[in-house]
Nanobody, 127 residues
Framework: HVQLVESGGGSVQAGGSLRLFCAARGYTYDTYCMGWFRRPPGKEREGIAVIDSDGDTAYAESLKDRFTISVDNAKNTLYLEMNTLEPEDTAMYYC??????????????????????WGLGTQVTVS
């Protein structure tokens, strides 16, 4: 059984920064693909960034200059560093995992349907 729990969300003023955490338990990091996704109000869930067990990353083109994904395997924790936040970044943020290889295009890796495990989300509000 795999559980993912996000934390670190909150309210921040435009231009500020925030760090999100995703704690994973129920499995050991071996071969995986993990990502951050978000659902803005009234919009579909979209991919932000992905990192796999080889250390390869993929980012949404519009966010790659401001968001950074990383992982600490020893702590079983996934991170998302968010900088220069804008009101448009307001959303529920989710982490997700696929226990296997998620090779292919960046678009494929950022597709929500790739992932089989999801956290419940953490809210980020930018004003």
């Amino acid at each position: 059984h795999v559980q993912l729990v996000e934390s670190g969300g909150g309210s921040v003023q435009a231009g500020g920064s925030l760090r999100l955490f995703c704690a994973a338990r129920g499995y050991t990091y071996d071969t995986y693909c993990m990502g951050w996704f978000r659902r803005p109000p009234g919009k579909e869930r979209e991919g932000i960034a992905v990192i796999d067990s080889d250390g390869d990353t993929a980012y949404a083109e519009s966010l790659k200059d401001r968001f950074t994904i990383s992982v600490d395997n020893a702590k079983n924790t996934l991170y998302l560093e968010m900088n220069t936040l804008e009101p448009e970044d307001t959303a529920m943020y989710y982490c997700a995992a696929f226990l296997g290889r998620c090779g292919g295009t960046s678009a494929s890796k950022l597709n929500t349907h790739t992932y089989t495990y999801w956290g419940l989300g953490t809210q980020v509000t930018v004003s």
